[in-house]
């Protein structure tokens, strides 16, 4: 604008400030980026130790020496074994739940996927005797397969027919536990072991490796859970299929313009999500029962969410907050043993998971009105800015 | 640089993780007090003390300890879903701290209380409804089905609507049991009654402390026309034994305990027809007495009717006009002239 009385290089050079300020301000942005990122898991840390304190409190007990207790116990060796044992399967489940998460959708039936999927391995396992080096990678395959085509039922139903998968995955759960059920007898697949039902058990051979740690070793299915972990992070961060999946969670819209077929992404991204599914009860049976039976653990699905949500489906943000859970419930039986109320631990995973959730929703919310109101400023500042530059510049 | 937080972060963590793995040395026992003579350590199973039916009967036997003995009772409960891995520490840690006996209620322990006994060859152990495979256990088991059978005896004289029914908490062999016995009793006194058996879970032991299913299902089985209905599912009979308290002429049959005496089912005592008592305060003080006098009991330990482990309750005096008929049938058991199958 030479109305301005400024020459050429005098608007060049307030170009180039002008670019400067915004590349500045949006610098800081990302820093304010990252304090808002530090202070969503601070808050929820410090909001769940005051509530959970309150809870202890309320119960007549000192919070502080629960807390002393807990920390004590669950740093000895024996605890810390316990803890990452505890939390291979709870990594499992999560990562399950976690890629469903990325396309919003909820899979609510991990826990009967990998029942399922176990008690098929478990029974194949069982008729087989194969070296190792074969068998365990035909159980772990099974178990994928079957674990992806309970998933995969939902998934189907719902591109075909559009019912919820809420809906269906949490039903195919209590179907799964009939259909165990139903094969867990005598004449079925099952072996009566005093008041237990279970399948033959995998020979010698089908044993997983353990990492020898003291007292108690370390159950070799970690490695399962890392490769897990390493190709969740892999597959949905760096691939065009992680990339197409999480766009179809952003906006299906969107991702349906943008040349991604959304039915396909929903039935493959449940078949994923039910294989790695099938993989949550690999730990118990290849390094601890070694059989399906009618005491093999189950509720781990549903744990497995609580995970997901916690460590914000990311690859090592879940394994913390396995860590987490393992600890928790390590500690809680001890707890339990020094006179609190057994629940006190349960009531403290809720807090967590609550606290957690409402903390980020809040700092996001602050994080984008702040953003708001700056880029309002600056915005407001540079109209004013224009205006008064004949008289700044004269 | 996204890429390069990432991997920090990860190395991080791993690394964070093989170190407290690995450098801490001392683990929970090292330090633990560890000292004998502590007392009992009881673990309940799932429904906890206050079960009104079968942790209650092992906490009765407990408690006699405690007024008789002296001793001092530490008590555990267990959760739902729980594995393997945690009922072990539970036991573990009892026994770490120098509770002997450690006894594990419920066939849920079978498998960890005899894991656990191999780590602490000094201190007995003892399960209830579970069988002994180390020199240190006590394997506790009772012969549920007979006392199932005179219950059923006992159905099958007061019904009227000649239709009855079973509820087991899980499908599982032990709960199988009172089925088998009761189905036998029932038929051998009246073939032509109908009996109506379900359970509340398929696998899942939520069977044993969900009061809720068991009501609805009580309530489905009195629509039906059922007028008797066995409930053996721990603490989830309470809901059954409420429901059929609401239908005049209907009879509730009880389990484990006495459940006419069970404080918390007062209001519900006038449709407790029966119960199905299982001695298992009897068992658990016998062990805790064995232990204290130094001869501790190990091995499978049976309590049936003739050693009076099982024993079918008359208090109300509801069954005392067919107390002849539930006293022949117990008779003919333990003679042996009757044998009660185990199975359905």
Known sequence: MNDLGETPEQRALHRHLEDRYWLRLRGR?????LILALAAPVLAIVAALVLSSLVIAASGKDPLHAFSVMIDFGSKSDSQVWIVNKAIPYYLSAAAVAIGFRMKLFNIGVDGQYRVAAFFAAAVGGALALPGAIQIPIIILTAMAVGAVWAGIAGVLKTTRGVSEVITTIMLNSIAGSLIGYFLSEDKLAVKDGNLFHTTNLPDSSHFFTIPTDPKPIYGTIVIAIAVGLAYWFVLGRTRF????????RSEPAAAASGVSVKRMVVTSMLLSGAVAGLVGMPTLLNVSYNYGTDFPAGIGFTGIAIALLGRNHPIGMALAALLWGFLERTGIRLEFEDYAQEI????????????????????????????????????????????KPEVSA | MRRVTQLAAAATATAALALTV???????????????????????????????????????????????????VKQMTAGNNETEATREQRLTSLAEAGYDPVIGVGFNYGKSINKVAKDFPDTTFGVVDSGSEQKNVAGMTFAEHEASYLVGVAAAKKTKSKKVSF????????????E?????????TDPKIKVEVDYLYKESDKGFNDPARAKDMAKGMLGRGNDVIYTAAGQSGAGSIEEVSKKKGAWAIGVDSDQYRQKGLEKYRGAILTSAVKNVDVAVFDLIKSVKDDKPMTGDLTFDLKKDGVSVATSGGFIDDIKDDVDKASKKIADGEVKVPSTP
């Not at chain 2, 509820?167 to 009172?178: H, R, S, T, W, Y």
């Not at chain 2, 088998?180 to 051998?188: I, L, N, P």
């Open chain 1, 242 to 249: 992680g990339f197409d999946l999480r766009a179809v969670g």
């Open chain 2, 22 to 72: 690995t450098a801490c040395g001392e683990s929970s026992s090292d330090s633990g007090g560890g000292e004998k003579g502590k007392g009992v350590g009881l673990a309940f199973d799932v429904g906890g003390r206050d079960d009104h039916s079968f942790n209650e009967a092992a906490a009765r036997g407990t408690d006699r300890a405690k007024k008789e003995l002296g001793v001092k």
């Open chain 2, 167 to 178: 509820i087991g908490g899980v499908d599982n062999a032990l709960i199988q049991k009172f």
């Open chain 2, 180 to 188: 088998a016995g009761y189905v036998k009793g029932v038929k051998d």
């Open chain 1, 345 to 388: 631990v349960e009531v403290m995973q809720g807090i967590i998971v609550l606290c957690v959730v409402i903390a980020y929703e809040t700092v996001r919310r602050y994080g984008l009105r702040v953003q708001q109101r700056k880029v309002g400023e600056e915005l407001s500042a540079r109209a004013a800015g224009t205006n008064d």
């Open chain 1, 29 to 33: 942005f990302s820093k304010e980026k």
